[in-house]
Each structure stands twice: as structure tokens, then as C-alpha cells.
């Protein structure tokens, strides 16, 4: 198939783009470079500078093109940002997305992925189903959710053909690419960051949560396995004409229990030190990932949380300037 890949410059997008070359698509990576890094994007896809609030940019990528798919990452995407300036997260991922879904369709193209997220769901202490109440705690989520509705009636009334994939915590590296947000949020890096030498601590924001040792839960799935599950559910659009997954590994882990992961894989002390809870955190996010393992045969192959920190440490050591263009 041919398929363009919006933030395939990002993190997931670029290692979701790396597999889609592998598994013989052809792909144009759409990324205006806003977190994303250039040299991320594989050498075996084409790149467009571009911007998905600018729907001239996108019908000139689009027209005549017969691209087959779009996945869809582009986003702003960290949910404390999201409440201190909402404006820019709605305009960013709700607004660019309705101009790409629109573009979409007037230009013939029949499937689209898109990469929401677990915070979309209120929080609850037992795994997640995709039929649990929904309940942002983050403009964040909100934004994603409301694309999510978008994509549900424009399945309806233009039949474009929809896959939704509620990721959880994305994690570890694979091969040359890995994550370099910035600035980065993300705990993974911030951990290791500390055990290369570039932070001094980590902070643990709120340890008197209702989880087991007070602090928040979350469940990390591999860079990987999150990358297969997008070739999948590209390949099961055929079948389905509307898609709704999550995708985690099933287990929680504390930020306690990640920073003392970390400390196992690099032998650094990493001091962390308590802060006040974070607006927009919730206690527990934790995925049942049981319909797209049944209904496209998806399995994690990378479930275990001492080994997706090592793929990251592995990255961090042999990046330790990120992408090198400053964006780390
Ligand atoms: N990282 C996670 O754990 C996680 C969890 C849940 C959902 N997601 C979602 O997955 C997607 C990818 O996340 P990521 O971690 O790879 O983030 P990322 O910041 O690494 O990648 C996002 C990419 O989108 C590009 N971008 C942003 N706005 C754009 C715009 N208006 N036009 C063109 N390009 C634009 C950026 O330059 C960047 O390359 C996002 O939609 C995010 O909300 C990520």
C-alpha cells in the first residue's frame, strides 16, 4: 500500500514507518519537524516538510497521489502543557486533524489510523476495556477523544475506513531510533537522563495516590510491539470497516517500580525526590489489550519492563545527544 504518515519524524511514527517499509508499503513522512527529528525518518521513506493546519500543504501532498492510508501521529502531546495551554493543543490536534481527515477523503483515501491514547479513559485500578467510560483528566485526552467522534461520523457518512489505537505508555528503543522529546516528560528517558549524568534526580510527582506504593501506575509497551499492532490494523481495515484498540502490555508498573527497574539495568543510584501531584495525572492507567489480540492475532513480544528499559539504556548510551539536532 501506499501510505503517509503524519509525525513520522516522532517518536512512534518513525519506528511505525520503519515497519511499514519493512513489510513493503511505500511511505511519504508528513512532519513540520515541531518535536520531531529528520534524521529519525528512514532513509527508505520520502519526506514532506509540511503542516497539518495548513490544508493547502496537505492537498498538494495528497492530490493525484493515490495514497491507500494515512496514519495519523502528529500531535502535541503532553498532557500537563495541555492544561496550562489548551488553545494550542485544540488547535493543534483537533483543528490539524479535521483538516487531514477532510483532506482524507476529498482525495480518495480509504483508511485511516489514528493514535489516541489511554487518557482518554477515567482512571480505574483493573485493566482498561475499550467499552469503559471515557473521562479525560487532561485537555490532552480530551483533544484525542474528540478526534476519535470525528473519525466515528466520518466513517459513517463518507465510509472512510478507521482504526483507532488507544496506545499506553510507549516505550524503549528500537534499533537506531528511540526517544528524544523536548522537553521530555516522558519518565523512561527522564530516569535514565539521571543515570547519564544529565540530571541529577528524578522527580516522583505525588506519592499518595490510591496505588499500592502511593505513587502513579502505568502500563509501558514496547516501541515495537506498538509498531506491529499499527501494521496490523492497517492490513485488518480491509476486513473491519471501524477499528477501536488498546494497546498496552496488561501490567502496571509504579513510577517507584520503574525508577528501581532502571536502577537494576544501568547500576546508577538514581535519587529521586517527591514533589506535589501534577494536574491531569490519574492514579492508574493499566490496558486490556485482550480484542486486538483476538481479533488480529497481536501479541507483545517485549512485555517485560527490565527489558524495554534496556532497549531505551542501550539507545540513550549510544545517542547520548539524542538525534544531535538539539531536540532532546
Ligand atoms: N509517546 C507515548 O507514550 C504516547 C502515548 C499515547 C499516545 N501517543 C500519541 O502518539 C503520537 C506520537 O507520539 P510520539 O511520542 O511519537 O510524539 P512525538 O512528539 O515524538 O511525535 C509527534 C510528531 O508530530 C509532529 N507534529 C506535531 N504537530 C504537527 C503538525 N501540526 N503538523 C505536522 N507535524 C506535526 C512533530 O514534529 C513530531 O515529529 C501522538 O499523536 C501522541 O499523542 C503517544
Redesign the pocket.
Known amino acids: 500500500m501506499k501510505v503517509l504518515v ?10 511505525v514507518a520503519q515497519q511499514l517499509l519493512d513489510a513493503g508499503h511505500t511511505v511519504t513522512v ?8 529528520r534524521a ?1 525518518v528512514p532513509p527508505g521513506a520520502a519526506f514532506v516538510r ?5 490544508r493547502a500543504a496537505l492537498d498538494e501532498v495528497l492530490v493525484d497521489a493515490g495514497f491507500d492510508a494515512i496514519l ?6 503532553e498532557a500537563g502543557e495541555s492544561m496550562r495551554e489548551p488553545g494550542r493543543f485544540f488547535r ?2 483537533v483543528t ?1 486533524s479535521l483538516q487531514l481527515i477532510d483532506a482524507a477523503v476529498a482525495h480518495g483515501v480509504g483508511r485511516f489510523v ?6 482518554v479513559y477515567a482512571s480505574k485500578d483493573s485493566p482498561l476495556l475499550e467499552t469503559d467510560p471515557v473521562g479525560p483528566a487532561s485537555v ?1 485526552g480530551a483533544t ?1 477523544y474528540m478526534v476519535e467522534q470525528a473519525l466515528e461520523w466520518y466513517q459513517r457518512i463518507h465510509g472512510l475506513r478507521v482504526a483507532v489505537l ?6 524503549g528503543a528500537a534499533g537506531t531510533r528511540g ?3 523536548r522537553p521530555e516528560t ?1 519518565l523512561v528517558p527522564l530516569v535514565l537522563q539521571v543515570a547519564l549524568g544529565k540530571r541529577r534526580e528524578i522527580a516522583i510527582f505525588g506519592d499518595d495516590y490510591p496505588t499500592p506504593d502511593g505513587t502513579c501506575v502505568r502500563d509501558y ?1 514496547h516501541i515495537e510491539d ?1 509498531a506491529t499492532a499499527h501494521v496490523l490494523a492497517l492490513g485488518g481495515l480491509a476486513e473491519q470497516p471501524f477499528m477501536r484498540f488498546n494497546l498496552g502490555n496488561g501490567a502496571g508498573y509504579s513510577v517507584r517500580e520503574v525508577i528501581e527497574s532502571a536502577r537494576r539495568v544501568t547500576g546508577h543510584p538514581i535519587p529521586a525526590v517527591v514533589h506535589p501531584r501534577r494536574a491531569g495525572d490519574p492514579a492508574i492507567l493499566i490496558a486490556s489489550s485482550d480484542r486486538i489480540q483476538a481479533e488480529l492475532g497481536w501479541h507483545p513480544q517485549h512485555p517485560e519492563l527490565d527489558r524495554i528499559i534496556e532497549s531505551a539504556w542501550r539507545w540513550h548510551l549510544a545517542h547520548p545527544d539524542g538525534y544531535g539536532d538539539g531536540k532532546q
Open positions: 503524519t509525525g513520522g519524524a516522532g517518536y512512534i511514527g518513525s519506528t508528513f512532519d513540520n519537524l515541531s518535536s520531531g527529528h529519525a509540511g503542516e497539518t493546519l495548513d495519523h501521529f502528529a500531535a502535541f502531546i493543534n490536534n490539524g489514528f493514535s489516541s491514547t489511554a487518557g490532552y484525542k488507544r496506545y499506553f505508555n510507549a516505550a526517544e528524544a522529546h516522558h509497551i506498538l
